[in-house]
């Protein structure tokens, strides 16, 4: 430990934080706005100010560390006034359109003017004006809100290994962009949407669909349904005020009947699904010798990933369509036929953690007797803005169940949403036919938590099974190479986003100042394990919806017509 003195405290903290890290332990608050834990600690904008005694300037708390005899002042004059000198400079050149920002109200520029009491901006000059940029499918970017922190270069470039925007010109041409000014649409951005959820302000936000899906509410010649992602469930709360990791399953169902949707379904069904067409494809590799590791494909930020920059694993992935794909094939095709409802007439509405969804569900290969599987996809933001639209007050609303006839998942098919759960849940279901006999024990909590990468081997009916789990791009990038590299595995799983589908670009955005300290992977995942640990059933191969569903209609797991509605491809 070292001492050192903070605001005239005299404290003893661990050598190796920063000045920032020890204020915040006693308590001291020091304004920050391009930091962001362990993602972005460059010290570039300068709101984090310390005068430290003997020094010669004014020295970026976030990175300056502590040492022996620090005397450190967070609020003399001369501090004050450089944040205050700062943060009028940057808002100088910001559209300051806020009352109409989406970011209003969780804007981290707009909490600081307000702390540091800024009421009125006195330089106002010069200001950039750039064109939008709102060719891609999930993200549009909007420069004249950028504030240059980088907290998306950082995420892009380190955390995901994407690397399509980076800081370019100097001085006050200084923009964030990609290459040659080129659209994110043109660029190998594999639409995860991290950058939406570091960024501080409204510059990264996602294609914004409310309006067509009123439309559709509105459309009586339509029958317009929704379902929900596993992980929206433990995080669309926070939009409302609950703390992070409150189940709202049932108020979600709520509140989404109230808007009007026909019915409300269960993405988790189809995850279970997932498990039995994905499961079978695993087993037959095993058997036949086919090509192996079987990697997941549920994550259209990985599967772009894969085909941009690995096009030599495509013939590892797994030939399912993503569970939510799925059930907007189902929908158009069993559903239809069992309701008597003319398939085109069935608006699939899919709300999700993810705003590569969007651009998923618009491939073209993604349909299923020439209707696309899914119409419209929302992020868990946007599907908040419509329930704070229609006035309902999802804080005090019933519980209600999903719908019928195709509501009903199990535990397996909600862990999903955490980054290991698909392995989990497809461990569940193999074991059990590998070895001939149904298991007590089902939790694998090898392939639990967050780490980026997990590893875990299982010996059922004395076939070994060697597993591997990634969560973010760059761990994906880490374990591939490994494998280029001679490592071999029987089943992969990689989702794009860190921590899985609890942490999608789609979520709600926290600040730094929560973020940077409360890991929202962790807490979201174990509102998802609780959920899966008080289903009645937690295995995807006992989910009585999905049974009835064999025997109606695709016959068995694998069959010509499962291929045919539930399994996609891939381009290179
Ligand atoms: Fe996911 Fe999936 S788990 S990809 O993370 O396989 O988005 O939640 O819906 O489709 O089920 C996302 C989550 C989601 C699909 C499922």
């Known amino acids: 430990t070292v001492n050192i003195t903070i605001d005239g405290k005299k404290l003893q903290v661990e050598q190796g934080l920063t000045i920032l890290e020890a204020a915040r332990q006693a308590n001291i608050k020091i304004p920050t706005l391009c930091f962001l834990k362990d993602i972005n600690e460059i010290g570039a904008c300068r709101m984090c100010l310390v005068e430290i005694k003997g020094a010669r300037a004014l020295q970026a708390s976030c ?19 450089a944040r205050k000198v700062t943060l009028e400079l940057i808002l100088s050149n910001h559209e300051k359109k ?8 969780n804007c981290e520029l707009q909490a600081l003017a307000d702390e540091l009491n800024i009421k009125e901006i006195r330089f106002e000059g010069e200001t950039n004006k750039y064109k939008l940029d709102d060719f891609s499918p999930s993200i549009v970017r909007d420069q004249n809100k950028c504030i240059l922190c980088r907290r998306c270069v950082s995420m892009c470039k380190n955390v995901q290994t994407v690397n399509v925007i980076s800081a370019a010109e100097r001085g006050f041409k200084s923009t964030v962009g990609c290459a040659f000014d080129l659209s994110l649409a ?19 936000r996602e294609k914004d669909d409310t309006d067509k899906v009123w439309e559709a509410l509105g459309n009586s010649e339509l029958h317009v349904v929704v379902q929900t992602a596993p992980a929206v469930r433990v995080a669309i709360g926070e939009e409302f005020g609950m703390p992070i990791g409150t189940r709202c399953t049932g108020k979600m169902v709520s509140a989404l009947s109230q808007l009007g949707f026909a019915k409300v379904f269960d993405t988790d069904t189809a995850a279970d699904l997932t498990i039995m067409e994905e499961g079978t494809e695993l087993l037959n590799r095993i058997k036949n010798g ?21 096009p030599e694993f ?13 059930f907007g094939a189902l929908l158009k095709t069993y559903y239809a036929e069992k309701m008597e409802i003319d398939p085109a007439k069935i608006f699939v509405v899919s709300i999700m953690p993810c705003t590569a969804k969007k651009y998923e569900a618009a491939r073209p290969e993604l349909s299923a007797n020439g209707l696309a599987d899914v119409d419209v996809v929302l992020t868990t933001r946007e599907a908040a803005r419509m329930i704070k639209e229609a006035g309902i007050d999802f804080v005090n609303l019933e519980d209600k169940q999903f719908d019928d006839p195709m509501g009903g998942a199990t535990g397996a098919g909600v862990i999903f949403g955490a980054t290991g759960g698909v392995m989990e849940a497809a ?26 990468i997990k590893e875990a081997t299982v010996v059922f009916g004395g076939k070994k099974v060697r597993a591997a789990v990634a ?32 942490n999608g670009g789609g979520q709600p955005i926290q600040p730094s100042s929560v973020r940077s300290w409360t890991d929202l992977r962790a807490e979201r995942a174990k509102a998802i394990y609780e959920e899966d640990a008080n289903l009645p059933i937690r295995k995807s191969h006992e989910n009585p919806v999905i049974k009835k ?5 695709f016959e068995k797991p694998g069959s010509h017509k499962a291929h045919e509605i539930l399994h996609t491809h891939y381009i290179v």
């Open 63 to 81: 990175v300056y560390p502590v040492s022996e005899g620090l005397e450190i002042y967070t609020q003399s004059s001369s501090v004050r006034e």
């Open 314 to 326: 495509l013939d590892n992935l797994s030939s399912c369509k993503s569970p939510h794909e799925m």
């Open 186 to 204: 043109e660029v190998p951005c594999t639409n995860c949407g991290q950058c939406i959820s570091v960024c501080p302000v409204g510059a990264l």
């Open 427 to 452: 461990l569940r279901t193999v074991a059990e036919i590998l070895e001939g006999k149904a298991f007590d024990n089902i939790e694998y909590t090898a392939v639990r938590g967050i780490e980026g």
């Open 98 to 105: 806020c009352l109409t920002c989406v970011r209003s109200r």
């Open 549 to 553: 569903m064999y025997d109606e209609y």
């Open 471 to 502: 969560s973010g791009l760059g761990n994906a990038r880490k374990l591939l190479d490994s494998m280029k590299n001679g490592e071999r595995y029987d089943f992969v799983e990689i989702m794009a986003c860190p921590g899985g589908c609890v």
């Open 290 to 310: 086919g090509k192996l590791p079987v990697i997941t494909s549920c994550s259209p930020g990985w599967i772009k990933f894969c085909e941009h920059n690995y």
